[in-house]
C-alpha cells in the first residue's frame, strides 16, 4: 500500500503525486529483489497517480513498468476525464476547487493549461509528454470500476471513461446491445470489456 500521497500532498498536482509514487515504486523494487509482476490498484486520485506512475515507469522496449511485468490496472472512482463537466456551478465551481485544492483542483477543472484541451488529463488521453495510453495497454487487465449513481463529486462518464452525451443506463444491468462494454451488477459495479476483434 502507497503512503507517499497521504494527507496534503494530494494538492500539489496529479503529476507530482505519480512522480512520488514513482519514487516509491522504484525504492519498494530495489528493496524487493526478486519480483517480477506489477499491479497498480487506485481509488479517486489515486487512480490518476497510477496511470501518471505507470506513463513514467514504463519501458517501451521492454514493454515493462519499473522493469516488472504489468498484470494488473485497477481504478474505482477515478475522473479520469476531470470534473469540469460535471459540478455545479461550471467555472466558478472550478475557480473555488482550484483555490482551496490548489493545483490538482485547476487540472481536475481542466484549467491548468491555457485551454482545457492542452491540460494534464487532456495530455493523459494520448501518448505525447508520456507513453499514457501505451503503458495502460501493457497491463494484462485494466478494469475501471465507476458508480452508475450516488457518486456526486466523480460521475459515470469521467470514472468510466465514457463520452460526456452518451446516456447513463438506466436498467439494471445494462442492456448488453446498448451498453455491451458494461457488465456485472450495475448497482455494485461495473466493468469495461475488451471489444471483439472479429
Known amino acids: 500500500v502507497s503512503v507517499s500521497n497521504a494527507g496534503?500532498?494530494?494538492?500539489?498536482?496529479?503529476?507530482?503525486?505519480?512522480?512520488?509514487?514513482?519514487?516509491?515504486?522504484?525504492?519498494?523494487?530495489?528493496?524487493?529483489?526478486?519480483?517480477?509482476?506489477?499491479?497498480?490498484?487506485?481509488?479517486?486520485?489515486?487512480?490518476?497517480?497510477?496511470?501518471?506512475?505507470?506513463?513514467?515507469l514504463y519501458d517501451d522496449a521492454s514493454k515493462s513498468i519499473a522493469g516488472l511485468t504489468p498484470v494488473n490496472f485497477i481504478t474505482l472512482g477515478s475522473p479520469?476525464?476531470?470534473?469540469?463537466?460535471l459540478v455545479p456551478f461550471g467555472d466558478l465551481g472550478g475557480f473555488v476547487t482550484g483555490?482551496?485544492?490548489?493545483?490538482?483542483?485547476?487540472?481536475?477543472?481542466?484549467?491548468?493549461?491555457?485551454a482545457p484541451e492542452q491540460s494534464l488529463l487532456c495530455r493523459m488521453t494520448k501518448d505525447e509528454d508520456h507513453l499514457y495510453l501505451t503503458s495502460l495497454?501493457?497491463?494484462?487487465?485494466?478494469?475501471?470500476?465507476?458508480?452508475?449513481?450516488?457518486?456526486?463529486?466523480?460521475?459515470?462518464q469521467t470514472a468510466a471513461m465514457c463520452?460526456?452525451?452518451?446516456?447513463?443506463?438506466?436498467s439494471s444491468p445494462p442492456d448488453p446491445r446498448r451498453y455491451p462494454h458494461l457488465t456485472g451488477d450495475t448497482r455494485v459495479h461495473l466493468r469495461w470489456v475488451e471489444p471483439d476483434d472479429g
Open 137 to 156: 495497454c501493457s497491463f494484462k487487465h485494466r478494469l475501471l470500476y465507476a458508480y452508475v449513481c450516488s457518486d456526486f463529486k466523480v460521475k459515470f
Open 163 to 170: 463520452l460526456y452525451h452518451q446516456p447513463l443506463p438506466t
Open 99 to 114: 483555490t482551496l485544492f490548489r493545483e490538482t483542483g485547476k487540472e481536475l477543472f481542466l484549467l491548468d493549461g491555457p
Open 80 to 85: 479520469h476525464l476531470g470534473i469540469r463537466n
Open 8 to 56: 496534503l500532498n494530494t494538492h500539489d498536482g496529479i503529476y507530482k503525486g505519480g512522480q512520488r509514487l514513482v519514487n516509491e515504486i522504484r525504492d519498494t523494487v530495489k528493496e524487493l529483489t526478486g519480483l517480477t509482476k506489477i499491479s497498480m490498484i487506485g481509488f479517486s486520485l489515486g487512480g490518476l497517480y497510477c496511470r501518471c506512475a505507470a506513463a513514467i
